[in-house]
């Protein structure tokens, strides 16, 4: 069965600092991956999505970026945190057959910039 | 991509049904309608998709009125555990390879013993 994995699980930064977030699946090949942001107490931001390897779709202009160096490894990155940068981060994939929307969720991630 | 309304919040008493509309006026033919959930501090879990007929799986149940105008999940005996956001989106199939879900703010679900 497939499985989704992110960490850490909960992380405390400075502004100014960088960030690295990993996100990896099990259990499948070649899916879509996408990070998503959720700002407290606010819904669900697509900030990017990959369909391969080293393709990389942003969804909104921001400070962050996204790489994707592994077939089944997604990563979310920042050279410097911003206070508004805090949220919840989750990672999702979808596979590739058929053309449903159905997207399993990682566990998170809860980033604070202080 | 047609927009969805959903109230913001909604209550039900444990055991009981709970039924959570969802209004997409604007849909367009192929267009499906998608329902996940979010429990308070977990990533978003898919519950169950349709097009026009009504659907039934193991955790709900999808009813689309006959112009898929509207929607409604149903939760038949919900328990404390179905306490979340329920979000209902609607995606076109033929929107390419990427899958991408536009979610908006759901409807808080209560359940409450």
């Known amino acids: 069965s497939q499985t989704i994995h992110q960490w850490p699980a909960t992380l405390v930064q400075p502004v100014g600092s960088p960030l690295s977030l990993e996100c990896t699946v099990e259990?499948?090949?070649?899916?879509?991956l996408y990070w998503y942001r959720q700002a407290a107490g606010r819904g669900l931001q697509l900030l990017f999505y990959?369909?391969?390897?080293?393709?990389i779709s942003s969804e909104v202009p921001q400070n962050l970026s996204a790489s994707r160096p592994q077939d089944r490894q997604f990563i979310l990155s920042s050279k410097k945190l911003l206070l508004s940068d805090s949220g919840f981060y989750l990672c999702?994939?979808?596979?590739?057959?058929?053309?449903?929307?159905?997207?399993?969720f990682g566990p998170g991630t809860r980033l604070t910039v202080t | 991509d047609a927009k969805t309304t959903q109230p913001p919040s909604m209550d039900c008493a444990e055991g009981r049904a709970a039924n959570l509309p969802c209004n997409h006026s604007?849909?367009?033919?192929?267009?499906?309608v998608y329902w996940y959930r979010q429990i308070h501090s977990q990533g978003p879990q898919y519950i169950i998709h349709?097009?026009?007929n009504n659907e039934t799986n193991e955790m709900a149940s999808l009813i689309i009125t006959e112009d898929r105008k509207s929607s409604t999940l149903i939760l038949p005996h919900a328990t404390l555990r179905d306490t979340a956001v329920y979000y209902c989106?609607?995606?076109?199939?033929?929107?390419?390879?990427?899958?991408?879900?536009?979610f908006g703010q759901g409807t808080t679900l209560q359940v409450k013993p």
């Open positions: 999702a994939w979808r596979g590739k057959l058929g053309v449903s929307y159905e997207q399993y």
């Open positions: 259990g499948t090949s070649n899916p879509n």
């Open positions: 990959s369909v391969g390897i080293g393709q």
């Open positions: 604007t849909i367009s033919g192929n267009e499906y």
């Open positions: 349709g097009l026009k």
């Open positions: 989106i609607v995606r076109d199939h033929g929107s390419g390879n990427t899958g991408k879900l536009i």
